[in-house]
């Protein structure tokens, strides 16, 4: 999800209350997916996750790709609603899928406001998947949700909800380290004690096999994104634009089978 920000850069500059942080030293750039390995011991392939920098032509067509599930961007910050999120839930619905949805997390507001702002859009029922996108605001570093927000985001989804939402992470951030090529950093490691570590994982990692943080080293992973939404031209576009019925999609795997994700999701 991380190769979609540079997107919002216009809506990053204009948002209330953001600030421009100082020019990069070395540009930050996540690794690139390496040639597909044979992951089938690993789970099922069955996941897809996007965005409206996504086309959907068929969900139907998706659906007949052997792909199980589909979570869909809603939400970002206090004020931003995906306008591709809502018209897509029922005819990803009809064509038999799974439904989700994921916010993108920011600095900008508190954890509390932005769960209540994220519920009212994705007006959840007892099957839809929830998700925090907790990463690096790539546009506003800055205005990169931090750890405290996270959990409050996470409290006020559960209170309202009965469910934990899943924590989309990368390795490296989650442990509070400098991301690859970059200084930027999460503004402290989550631990194992936090309320985050209780959360599904759904872990960022474009390599052969996912690492898991270590607030999760106890449980391991749920999903997996192995490879990123690139365009025509990048190196991972061959195994994101396969899916038909979308243009390319962020590729998830699961760790179980397909009976374990139908009981996994809105568990």
Known sequence: MISRR?????????????????????AYQMPVAPPPPDRSTMGIDAVIDISRFVTVSDFRQVHASGILGVIQKATEGGDYVDPTCAPRRPAAEAAGLLWGTYHF???????ERQATFYLSVTKPGP?????????LNEPNPRNSMRVDQAEEFVRTVSNATGRLPAIYVH?????????PN?????DRPVTAGSILARCPLWVADYHDSPEVPQAWASVGWKLWQYAGDEHAGKPAYGQTNIVKGVSHADRNL???DAAGLRRFWGA
Do not use: V
Request: aromatic share 6%.
């Open 6 to 26: 540079s997107a919002l850069l216009g809506l990053a500059a204009t948002t209330a209350g953001c600030t421009t942080g100082p020019a990069r030293q070395t």
């Open 105 to 111: 997390g920011t600095g900008q507001m508190s954890g």
């Open 127 to 135: 099957r839809t998947l929830l998700a925090l996108d907790l990463e």
């Open 171 to 179: 390795p490296t951030w989650a442990d509070g380290e400098p991301l």
């Open 182 to 186: 970059s200084n930027y950093r999460l």
């Open 254 to 256: 699961f760790n179980g």
